[in-house]
């Protein structure tokens, strides 16, 4: 499985971005695809992950700001990022997670820099 994010830069304070990722190869089993980001200096920590069942999850520094969703038919997944502030600068990576295999697989993409100005 190979997982290509596209979309970061640069943008001011109260922005807004928006994030892609396509899922390619043996895709079958993944049903979770997510974003997690890494700032400077700091642990890689979860943005946002859905389900193929459409279930969401956010992390409370996003919620009501950033939307994750999906096209499963295309194996894509995707992260609007609206009234975006300076602590959300990171390297956002794309997860997806097959859990046909045991135990399940995380995969990862190679991530793309988001750089919020103030």
């Known amino acids: 499985v190979q997982l290509q994010a596209s979309g970061g830069g640069l943008v001011q304070a109260g922005g807004s971005l928006s994030l892609s990722c396509a899922a390619s190869?043996?895709?079958?089993?993944?049903?979770?695809m997510g974003w997690y980001r890494q700032a400077p200096g700091k642990q890689r920590e979860l943005v946002a992950t859905?389900?193929?069942?459409?279930?969401?999850v956010y992390a409370d520094s996003v919620k009501d700001r950033f939307t994750i969703s999906t096209d499963n038919a295309k194996s894509m997944v995707y992260l609007q990022m609206n009234s975006l502030k300076p602590e959300d600068t990171a390297v956002y990576y794309c997860?997806?997670?097959?859990?046909?295999?045991?135990?399940?697989?995380?995969?990862w993409g190679k991530g793309t820099l988001v750089t919020v100005s103030s």
């Open positions: 997860n997806g997670v097959d859990i046909a295999t045991i135990p399940p697989v995380d995969y």
């Open positions: 859905i389900g193929t069942d459409g279930i969401t």
């Open positions: 190869g043996s895709t079958r089993g993944i049903k979770v």
